[in-house]
């Protein structure tokens, strides 16, 4: 007799026990672009459990993600973001009724051996070595992708750090051409020689093999214990409606992922979040990858979870 893989899972209305049997069918995925090796590999060792489910997942800039639902309408099954935040404020509570914070992360600047100067830039010189002439560095778009205004606020932050008034403005008006809609669109100008450097988290270096270069903590958004610093920096970004701005301060960067309310396939999307949230499943491969777990972290959300999820988070 054929022996049935029994995981044990509740679903999101019913309370009652899934079996792998049970869940099946296309499972769409929409998620930051940092996300992209650790979810092909999450997906990889999900399908071991679930054969019968086909995952489609579809990368781009974690802002760009959520307008995918809000505004255009797309189905989605599971939503994984850079920032928790837009979850929060772009999905929440219209098109998302809950946000699970999982993996953290670290803004660095990115380069390889090719790069001008690539043997003399250290922790103090950067900002010096980037505003150079002869050299060209890229960043993200801050209205489409997290990485973008999450560069824009070290910056800001280095300005002050580094008592150089005027320091994030230079940035912002040096190399505008090479500005591109999410972080890993910017792996491609590296590779080609085309700039120097990058703004980029440290897990995306490291999961290409690039060299990357540790900033101080008190400006690279890593550290929980720096928040109120973080704060201080902030940039405007575009709202949840056309013409509409918001303002984006700064923060630990913290990932977080949802379910949208009209997943067209709820089990598969519950059984996915469950494998990406246990300790020695995803979490295993995002840590593997250069992202540390944050689960449990405190949810605003909680009361709204499944109560199979509810384990992977903390009540405030």
Same mark, same amino acid.
């Given at each position: 007799?054929?022996?049935? %893989? ?12 899934? @079996? ?6 296309? %499972?769409?995925?929409?998620? @930051? ?24 997942? /579809? ?12 505004? %255009? ?61 002869? #050299?060209?560095?890229?960043? @993200? ?41 999410? /972080? ?29 270069? @540790? ?19 902030? #940039?405007? #970004? ?5 013409? /509409? ?7 630990? !960067? ?31 491969? !995002? ?30």
């Amino acid at each position: 007799m054929r022996t049935t %893989l029994l995981v044990v899972i509740l679903c999101m209305s019913t309370g009652a026990v899934l @079996a792998a049997d049970d869940v099946s069918g296309d %499972l769409t995925v929409f998620h @930051a672009g940092s996300l992209s090796v650790p979810i092909k590999e999450i997906t990889a060792a999900f399908n071991k459990e679930y054969p019968g489910v086909r995952v489609l997942s /579809e990368a781009a800039g974690s802002r760009e993600c959520a307008r995918k639902i809000s505004d %255009l309408g797309k189905p989605c099954d599971v939503m994984a973001s850079a920032d928790y935040a837009v979850i929060d404020t772009l999905l929440i509570p219209k098109f998302a009724e809950w946000n699970i914070k999982f993996a953290g992360n670290e803004m660095a600047i990115v380069y390889t051996e090719a790069s001008k100067y690539a043997k003399e830039i250290t922790d103090k010189n950067w900002h010096e070595i980037l505003l150079r002439d002869d #050299v060209a560095f890229a960043r @993200a778009d801050p209205n489409a992708d997290p990485c973008g205004y999450r560069a824009v606020l070290t910056m800001k932050l280095a300005e002050d750090f580094y008592k150089q008034p005027g320091l994030a403005e230079k940035f912002l008006k040096k190399d505008l051409r090479y500005m591109r809609p999410k /972080e890993t669109d910017l792996l491609a100008l590296l590779e080609t020689k085309t700039i120097d450097y990058v703004f980029l988290y440290r897990s995306v270096a490291s999961q290409h093999g690039l060299k990357w270069l @540790a900033l101080p903590n008190e400006i690279n958004l890593k550290d929980a214990k720096f928040a109120a610093l973080y704060k201080t920096a902030s #940039v405007e #970004v575009s709202g949840t409606k056309p013409g /509409e701005m918001m303002t984006q301060r700064g923060e630990p !960067m913290v990932y977080g992922v949802t379910i949208p309310k009209n997943a067209p396939n709820p089990k598969a999307a519950l059984a996915f979040v469950a494998f990406l949230l246990e300790k020695g499943k995803g979490l295993a491969i !995002m840590e593997k990858n250069g992202q540390p777990s944050l689960v449990p972290a405190a949810s605003e959300t909680y009361d709204k979870l499944p109560e199979a999820l509810r384990k992977y988070a903390s009540k405030l």
